[in-house]
């Protein structure tokens, strides 16, 4: 069984950053692909950023250049560092990690932007 437990979501600025973690726990040989999603309010869940194991990355369009996703393999923890956020960044974030074949998600953290 593999918890992950993500931390860092907040109330920000539209303009200003947040960086959110996310902890991989468990038992499992090695973490493959992993990576944030977001859902807001009476929408879907999106992919925002992944990154794999052998830290290729892949973005969401609508946050490149805005957003960065990396990656600890030592300590099994994925990191998203948003900046210039905007107000329709808000939603839950979902960190996601993936052991073999099998996904895994974590309880969510709520990233509020004002305007």
């Known amino acids: 069984q593999v918890q992950l437990v993500e931390s860092g979501g907040g109330l920000v600025q539209a303009g200003g950053s947040l960086r959110l973690s996310c902890a991989a726990s468990g038992t499992f040989l090695r973490l493959n692909g992993m990576g944030w999603y977001r859902q807001a309010p009476g929408k879907q869940r999106e992919l925002v950023a992944n990154i794999a194991s052998s830290g290729i990355t892949n973005y969401a369009d609508s946050v490149k250049g805005r957003f960065t996703i990396s990656r600890d393999n030592a300590k099994n923890t994925v990191y998203l560092q948003m900046s210039s956020l905007k107000p329709e960044d808000t939603g839950v974030y979902y960190c996601?990690?993936?052991?073999?074949?099998?996904?895994?998600w974590g309880q969510g953290t709520q990233v509020t932007v004002s305007s």
């Open positions: 996601n990690g993936q052991v073999l074949v099998y996904n895994y």
